[in-house]
């Protein structure tokens, strides 16, 4: 007989991955907690609230494929959800199968310890409570854990200052106040023109420069949703068989910009440019691997850049230097054409870093800004900070901040050797960012369900990953990674955001071959694992 805090699984976070996976362990009739430190539901699509706040895979493709009911039921009104939109379904997905019952709210996960007699994790809480279960699953996500850069004087602003992903839930009034943003990636890309309109000045710190695609949002085409609910299975699972999983329906062109003229390649980037999104990196099949199709993409975007701003030093400071597709790609709605307005000003903080916050404002190492608001869309410590936030402990007291001292170590994305029966879901070396999230969401929980239940059928009592498998599976990744372009910048795939934090390539590039790994890993016995 289980005491009140022992369970058979408990999972970390109830956001999309924290609910699916919650659904399925119900399914195998395990007895299963949700800890989540919000009040609600939602993980991403609770916390970033900020104005513009919208996700950038069309909507068509994120949501959930689990239930064809719910799927065929929910209709979304335009291209890309909103976050309040997200955050209305993700509730109703809550409500419809009943998840809040078995999930703590506004509770945070601070230790969790494997004890080898019990074979059991030990879980703590911010609340005192001890828990414990067999089988812990960290669904905490890859972009949750906020970036708050150590800027000297930041406790002295007279004013409010605001990250992106820790909005005011009310909304913040801009109208009549000087505001400054840093950060100019998606969240600073989607909130800059919002509150461009508000504000009486805005001045954006731009550290880099983006290549922002306009995301050309626009109603939902009934016919096409029609088209897409006549199949949707088929949609998804033709969806699966893309590199990226697909973020839109639009396929990728299967030709590379250096099979075309010169005026062909123009004619198809326009044409892509028309469509917005991200099917615009679909324009050849090579973006992500061949210098000079990088290139031409590239040239084709700055033409746009300057095209669009009409002060030439602003466009020139608004023209990246690195690689297109290089950094996660950003969608905007008017995004360059904002810097045209009066109340727009830009900083370089390549030329001009940012030297203190003062009571005022912000002071580079030229000027001295004067400022009502800061808003910080400085990003998150992205794949390993919502992990190691928390004391995990393995096998020996063995912590993951020593395990993952030179980077994260683990195999498949799944479980890093030493920690058994501990999943990570679309951890680090796993497709997880570079996908469409709905879908590497839904493998992920998938595997791990058949991984569970299998056990349960077997009576094994713990799966953990070899050392072997696992520096394979690291190698692995690095190999693929070291094929593409993703290595040729700055980028928080590889942590460059973060001073100090390891340099290491975090996702894995390609969902099928992915995909494919796992069946075979399972086919083969759970091979690479030790199961016992
Ligand atoms: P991102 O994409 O990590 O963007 C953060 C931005 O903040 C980026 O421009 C950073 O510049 C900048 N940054 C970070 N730290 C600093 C400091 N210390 N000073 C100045 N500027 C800084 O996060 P987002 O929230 O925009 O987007 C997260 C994800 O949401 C995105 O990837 C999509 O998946 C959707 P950098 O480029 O590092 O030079």
């Known amino acids: 007989m289980k005491s009140a805090n022992e369970f058979d699984v408990i999972i970390v976070g109830a956001g999309i991955a924290g609910m699916y996976m919650l659904y399925r362990m119900r399914e195998l009739g395990l007895s299963v907690h949700v800890i989540e430190m919000a009040s609600d539901i939602g993980g991403t699509w609770y916390w970033n609230r900020y104005p513009g706040a919208r996700c950038d895979t069309d909507t068509m493709e994120y949501s959930y ?6 799927q065929q039921e929910w209709e979304w ?8 939109e997200i955050l209305e379904y993700l509730q109703h997905v809550a409500e419809r199968f009943d998840l809040r019952k078995d999930i703590s709210f506004n509770t945070r996960v601070e230790t969790a310890i494997f004890d080898e007699a019990t074979s059991c994790w030990r879980v703590s809480t911010d609340d005192g409570t001890a828990h414990s279960a067999r089988f812990l699953i960290m669904a905490t996500g890859c972009i949750s854990e906020p970036n708050i850069p150590a800027i000297d004087g930041m406790q002295t602003f007279n004013g409010p200052i605001y990250h992106t992903a820790r909005f005011p839930h009310d909304g913040v009034d801009f109208s009549g106040k000087r505001v400054g943003v840093i950060g100019t990636g ?4 989607q909130a800059i023109p919002v509150i461009a309109e508000q504000a009486a000045q805005l001045t954006v710190f731009q550290r880099s ?4 695609i306009p995301a050309r949002n626009r109603s939902v085409d009934p016919d ?10 088929g949609f998804r699972a033709r969806n699966r068989l893309q590199s990226g999983a697909q973020l839109s329906h639009i396929p ?4 590379s910009a250096m099979e075309l003229s010169e005026e062909e390649r123009q004619r198809v980037l326009e044409e892509r440019w028309q469509l917005g999104g991200f099917p615009f990196f679909g324009a050849f099949n090579d973006i992500t691997v061949s210098l000079e199709s990088n290139k031409a993409t590239a040239d084709f975007v700055r033409d746009k850049i300057h095209a669009i701003v009409e002060d030439l030093t602003v466009a020139e400071m608004l023209t990246p230097d690195y690689t297109i597709h290089c950094k996660r790609p950003v969608l905007d709605s008017g995004y360059f054409e904002i810097y045209n307005r009066s109340n727009v000003h830009l900083v370089d903080l390549r030329a001009t870093p940012i030297v203190a916050i003062t009571p005022n404002g912000i002071r580079t190492s030229e000027t001295d800004y004067d400022l009502d608001i800061i808003v910080l869309a400085t990003g998150f410590d992205n794949m390993t900070g919502a992990l190691l936030r928390i004391d995990i402990r393995g096998r020996a007291g063995l912590s993951l901040r020593d395990s993952w001292a030179n ?3 683990n195999y498949l994305g799944l479980q890093v050797a030493g920690f058994p029966n501990l999943f990570t879901i679309t951890g680090p070396g796993s497709p997880s960012v570079l996908t469409n999230m709905m879908v590497a969401i839904e493998q992920h929980v998938e595997w791990v369900t058949e991984c569970i239940g299998y056990m ?12 072997e498998a696992q520096e394979a599976w690291v190698a692995h990744v690095n190999e693929v990674a070291d094929q593409t372009l993703w290595v040729s910048c700055h980028n928080w795939y590889q942590g460059d955001n973060i001073p100090g934090k390891p340099r290491v390539f975090m996702p894995l590039p390609g969902f099928p071959p992915y995909v494919e790994k796992c069946a075979e890993v399972v086919a083969n016995g759970y091979e690479g694992f030790v199961l016992s």
Not at 65 to 70: A, G, K, Q, R, V
Not at 186 to 189: A, I, N, P, R, T
Not at 252 to 255: E, K
Request: charged share 25%; aromatic share 10%.
């Open 65 to 70: 494929s689990f239930d064809e009911d719910l």
């Open 77 to 84: 009104p335009e291209r890309y959800p909103t976050q309040p």
């Open 186 to 189: 998606s969240s600073g890309v």
């Open 209 to 212: 420069p983006q290549w922002s």
């Open 224 to 233: 096409l949703v029609a088209e897409i609910k006549a199949d949707y299975a």
């Open 252 to 255: 990728a062109n299967d030709f």
């Open 407 to 409: 980077g994260p170590v």
């Open 456 to 467: 349960v059928d077997h009576e094994h009592d713990c799966i953990e990953a070899t050392e």
